[in-house]
C-alpha cells in the first residue's frame, strides 16, 4: 500500500523552503532563545541564508539536512511538533529507507526529550559538555529510532 502524502497528516501539512520564507527563517534562525535546540551560535545573514535556500538541492543526502517548514510558533504545545516528527519518520524510514535516525537533545530540554520518546526515540549516548549556549557548556544527550522491521501484513 502507497502512502498518499509522507508530508500530510489530518491537522498538519510540510512543505520545502520557498523564497517566501527568507524573513520567517531569518528570524528564526537569529532567535538566540532558541539557539540550544539548534546549536547555532551564530547569527546568520540574509545573504546566507538566501544563499542556502538558492543553492539547496532539496535532496537530503546532497544537502546533508532535511528542512521543512511549520511556521506559526504561536500554536507551541498543541502537538503539531508531534504530527510533524511523525511524518518525518515515516518520510525517512518508509520511503528514504533509512536504517536510523538520531538526534541530539540538551540534557535540561524536557521537552524535546519528551517529545522524541514518545515517539520511539531512546537514550542511547551522554555527550559531556558538548554545546556551548549562553556562556557555558551544555551536556547533550543522544536519542536514536531504529527503523522497525517489516511485518508479515507490511508485505502485502
Known amino acids: 500500500r502507497m502512502k498518499p502524502s509522507y508530508f500530510v497528516s489530518e491537522r498538519i501539512r510540510l512543505r520545502a523552503m520557498e523564497p517566501e520564507d527568507l524573513e520567517t527563517m531569518y ?3 537569529n532567535d538566540p532563545q532558541t539557539w540550544d535546540v539548534t546549536n547555532f551560535s551564530v547569527p546568520y545573514s540574509k545573504y546566507v541564508l538566501k544563499q542556502y ?3 539547496s538541492q532539496c535532496d537530503m543526502f546532497a ?3 532535511l528542512r521543512m517548514m511549520i511556521v506559526r510558533r504561536e500554536y507551541q504545545g498543541k502537538g503539531y511538533a508531534s504530527d510533524a516528527l511523525r511524518l518525518l519518520c515515516d518520510y525517512a524510514f ?3 529507507f533509512l536504517k536510523q535516525l538520531i ?3 540538551a540534557a535540561d530540554n524536557e521537552v524535546s526529550l519528551r517529545l522524541f520518546g514518545s515517539l520511539g526515540f531512546v537514550r ?3 555527550l559531556k559538555e558538548w554545546w556551548f549556549v549562553g556562556g557555558k557548556f551544555k551536556d547533550v544527550i543522544l536519542m536514536q529510532r531504529i ?3 517489516k511485518s508479515a501484513l507490511d508485505k502485502e
Do not use: I
Open 27 to 29: 528570524a528564526m534562525e
Open 53 to 55: 535556500m538558492e543553492n
Open 63 to 65: 544537502d546533508r539536512q
Open 94 to 96: 518508509g520511503f528514504l
Open 103 to 105: 538526534v541530539h537533545v
Open 124 to 126: 542511547c549516548g551522554l
Open 147 to 149: 527503523r522497525p522491521e
